[in-house]
């Protein structure tokens, strides 16, 4: 027997084989249980989503030999043929190729005779957006007063472009994508069903690239068949695809995150010369970046993809704002790109305007900062280098007068009050709100960062700390930070438990106020305690 693509061999019968459309399956099932048929249906959608699929499904429930079921049987003389695509009452056509008034014509004038053996005589209609103005018209007539035996099954990927008069006369189904994870569980089945051995990693490759398109990860998934050699593993589906390991990709974004410019472009010129498609790059790069955000929301999200881990440390590496900002211009960058000199130049650029314009700090335009690989690793206490003198390091700075922050009962300057007066931003600034100031060695300042947010910090963040420490006192500052557990409340802690009780406050107010009740009382309503939140809602960072 000849081999049969997958997309074909694999294209659901039944109603229950159908993935990823159940809304429309449902209400295609109550109305063939309940008999409460309509003349005319249309089915909307990209490519690959079931349009076809799901119309031939619906002629065969219509004429099943053991009666209108949304469960056919599959074996009578009319299902095989509605299958095998022989069915005579069954009756295809191409809009796109079929577009002409007259062709219309005659295929309607066909209509008012009786099926030769169906129950009913089903018209699937295929991209009917690209029928004709005269041909609607000639439609419209039939769709107006359709004979008992016939059915419309209009299908198209673009209803924008058909006429209001045809869309009222349909009940109509828009199809969803599929996600690209349900894509690679479904191809993982089918692939296990072939006896075909396949990565985890190269089916979620095969999931994004099919782009909610059921039938072209079929399509896909063959061509890597081969192209693998029988076996579907990462390595081949990435050189299939033209795409590169999302590790490297991750690693870029690590570098951009720790304003490490010299290392982001090691990065780039390595995917160059691996042949990456720079727009493959700056796709992936723009999801990495939206995974970190997510991760930032929903610490402990669980999206079934083996990079979560990654994500979750850029989200940690980076403020919001800047994860914002670093998406927007990956997105709107692969827009720019035919523009550039070259594809490299153009993702050279785009990762000098994301260190150029980061909102929460300054770009260093070198190689000072960590490198991207060093993010993983645990930080240890270090000294940092004795920075500059304020006047060197700021130089508005040496006409200020020295400030002295108030002084807690420890002897201690107030942390709180002194981090709310520099002008520390960034990441650096969110570290700092969750170190406890332990010590004052002279100009040695001792800090506790708490462990919980460990992954947080980097040794860079030692010396601008103390760089914007010592322009806002007027001398030179040491900033030192081990991890362990603060003995006293952080600035984080402090703002958090003033958060919380600013919460309950608004709460009671609320509860105690007399307006509410009365609503309560004459409504029914009923106050979502979570929902409440305070006016004053500035965080540190």
Excluded at 452 to 481: C, D, K, M, R
Excluded at 495 to 524: I, N, T, V, Y
């Amino acid at each position: 027997m000849s081999y049969q693509a997958l997309a074909r061999k694999w294209r659901p019968q039944q109603f229950v084989d159908v993935i990823g459309q159940e809304h429309a399956v449902r209400a295609l099932t109550h109305a063939l249980d309940r008999d409460q048929l309509h003349h005319a249906y249309l089915f909307t959608g990209t490519r690959g989503v079931g349009k076809t699929t799901i119309a031939r499904i619906f002629a065969k429930c219509l004429n099943c030999e053991q009666g209108i079921s949304s469960k056919p049987c599959g074996e009578c003389s009319s299902c095989c043929e509605i299958a095998e695509g022989r069915f005579m009452d069954l009756i295809e056509v191409d809009a796109a190729s079929q577009r002409k008034v007259e062709q219309t014509q005659d295929l309607l004038e066909n209509a008012q005779y009786a099926p030769s053996r169906g129950r009913f005589k089903v018209y699937i209609i295929d991209e009917v957006h690209m029928l004709s103005d005269h041909s609607f018209n000639a439609l419209l007539k039939t769709l107006e007063e359709p004979p008992p035996h016939v059915k419309f099954l209009l299908a198209t990927t673009d209803p924008q472009k058909l006429p209001a008069t045809v869309l009222s006369r349909c009940l109509q189904f828009t199809l969803k994508n599929m996600p690209s994870d349900r894509i690679a569980d479904h191809l993982a089945v089918i692939l296990g069903k072939e006896s075909i051995v396949a990565d985890k990693s190269a089916l979620q490759l095969l999931g994004r690239a099919a782009a909610g398109s059921m039938r072209d990860a079929l399509s896909l998934a063959d061509q890597a068949i081969s192209f693998g050699d029988g076996t579907v593993v990462e390595a081949s589906v990435r050189e299939m695809l033209g795409t590169v390991d999302r590790g490297l990709v991750f690693d870029l974004a690590d570098a951009i995150a720790a304003d490490d410019a010299k290392a982001a472009l090691e990065r780039v010129a390595q995917l160059a010369e691996l042949g990456a498609e720079m727009d493959m790059v700056l796709q992936d790069l723009a999801a990495a970046f939206q995974r970190a955000a997510l991760c930032q929301l929903v610490p402990d999200l669980e999206d079934g993809q083996d990079s979560i881990a990654r994500s979750r440390h850029l989200g940690a590496l980076l403020d919001k704002q800047d994860l914002q900002l670093f998406y927007q211009i990956a997105v709107q960058g692969r827009a720019d790109m035919p523009l550039a000199p070259d594809p490299r130049a153009g993702l050279e650029m785009l990762v000098c305007r994301m260190l150029a314009f980061r909102l929460g700090g300054q770009a260093s335009g070198g190689a000072g900062n960590t490198p991207a690989d060093g993010l993983k690793k645990k930080p240890e206490p270090a000294v940092s280098p004795a920075p500059a003198t304020a006047s060197a390091a700021a130089p508005e700075a040496a006409a200020r007068a020295i400030v002295t922050p108030p002084i807690t009962d420890t002897g201690l300057p107030n942390w709180r009050q002194l981090l709310e007066s520099i002008e520390l931003t960034g990441l650096a600034r969110r570290v700092a709100a969750h170190c406890e100031l332990r010590a004052i060695h002279g100009q040695r300042y001792e800090f506790v960062l708490d462990d919980q947010n460990a992954q947080l910090f980097q040794p860079a963040h030692q010396e601008q700390i103390a760089q914007v420490l010592s322009a806002h006192l007027g001398q030179s500052i040491t900033v030192v930070i081990a991890l362990g557990t603060p003995q006293t409340e952080t600035p984080a802690q402090a703002r958090q438990r003033e958060q919380q009780a600013l919460c309950e406050e608004a709460r009671q107010s609320l509860e105690d106020d007399p307006q509410l009740h009365a609503l309560k009382e004459r409504f029914g309503a009923t106050l979502d305690l979570a929902s409440i939140q305070p006016l004053d809602q500035r965080t540190l960072h």
